[in-house]
Nanobody
Framework: EVQLQASGGGLVQAGGSLRLSCAASGFSFDDYDIGWFRQAPGKEREGVSCISSSDGTTLYADSVKGRFTISSDNAKNTVYLQMSSLKPEDTAVYYC??????????????????WGQGTQVTVSS
């Protein structure tokens, strides 16, 4: 059974940092790329960042470039999202998701096959 477990969310002041983790199980990590998404209240889910399992290529949404860093520990089947210089507008439920590597790396929600349960990130001003 494919499972993705997101963790690491919390409450932080603006300018602060958090590191999210996405632990994957039930599938071969090499067969899937992993993405991070977020959904704020009243808004649609949007792509934040993703990483290729084959060559480590990364993509970022413009809104987080230079502030967020995605990384992968294939030995632990875990992907991390280091978030720095957080802003109140980063407040959302953050989800990790997996997409077959054959699909190609991207940040479109509909591309992803498997989703974790989400972790809340709240940035206070």
């Amino acid at each position: 059974e494919v499972q993705l477990q997101a963790s690491g969310g919390g409450l932080v002041q603006a300018g602060g940092s958090l590191r999210l983790s996405c632990a994957a199980s039930g599938f071969s990590f090499d067969d899937y790329d992993i993405g991070w998404f977020r959904q704020a209240p009243g808004k649609e889910r949007e792509g934040v960042s993703c990483i290729s399992s084959s060559d480590g290529t990364t993509l970022y949404a413009d809104s987080v470039k230079g502030r967020f860093t995605i990384s992968s520990d294939n030995a632990k089947n875990t992907v991390y999202l280091q978030m720095s210089s957080l802003k109140p507008e980063d407040t959302a439920v953050y989800y990790c998701a997996a997409v077959d590597v054959d699909y190609g790396l991207g940040l479109e929600v509909e591309e992803y096959d498997y989703w974790g349960q989400g972790t809340q990130v709240t940035v206070s001003s």
